[in-house]
Each structure stands twice: as C-alpha cells, then as structure tokens.
C-alpha cells in the first residue's frame, strides 16, 4: 500500500508563497505521474498541476504562470511551489501518485491551504 504525507500547508497573506511537499512511501513514486489536486468548500476537486514520469508538466489555467511542480526522484517527494497567491487558492490540497502500469491510484489526506486577503 502506497502512502502519500503532504505537509506545507498553512495560513498566507494574498500575495505571499507556499510550498507543499509530498513524501511517497515505497519507489514506485520513480514510476508513477503524480499531481495535486485542491477542493475548496462546497466545490468539487480540481486539478492544479501533474507531473508525468518524465517530468512533463501542465497546470490549471488558475494557477499558471504561478505555480511550479518539481519532483525529486531520490526522495520520492513531488513538490508544489505557489506564488502571489490569491484568496481563492484556499482549500484543502492533496497530493495524487497514479501508476500508470498497475492503474492503481492513491491519494493523500491533504493539508489545508487558507489565503487571507
């Protein structure tokens, strides 16, 4: 069973930055896309950004231009860096490790992000 620790999450001021981390257990983190997600309140889960085994990346149009998903391979962690961030970047953010080999996917318990303005 894979699990997936996010931390990073916490209170910022509109315009600040945050980094968010998420350790994976095991080596398959080496083989798998992995991404996060957000889901603010009565809202569905979206999104933010997916890094493929390669390291392609793409991002929500929300948060392009502004946010960077990096993975180090070694420490099996994917990271989410997020810039001049807005209010409406509150919610909770899970980190998400899909294999595309097993097709097996696994998430995280997320970490509340909240942007005061």
């Known amino acids: 069973q894979v699990q997936l620790v996010e931390s990073g999450g916490g209170l910022v001021q509109a315009g600040g930055s945050l980094r968010l981390s998420c350790l994976a257990s095991g080596s398959i983190a080496k083989v798998s896309v992995m991404a996060w997600y957000r889901q603010a309140p009565g809202k569905q889960r979206e999104l933010v950004a997916r890094?493929?085994?390669?390291?392609?990346?793409n991002y929500a149009e929300s948060v392009k231009g502004r946010s960077t998903i990096s993975r180090d391979y070694a420490k099996h962690t994917v990271y989410l860096e997020m810039n001049s961030m807005k209010p409406e970047d509150t919610a909770v953010y899970y980190c998400?490790?899909?294999?595309?080999?097993?097709?097996?996917?696994?998430w995280g318990q997320g970490t509340q992000v909240t942007v005061s303005s």
């Open positions: 998400n490790l899909y294999n595309p080999f097993s097709r097996n996917d696994y």
């Open positions: 890094i493929t085994i390669g390291g392609i990346t």
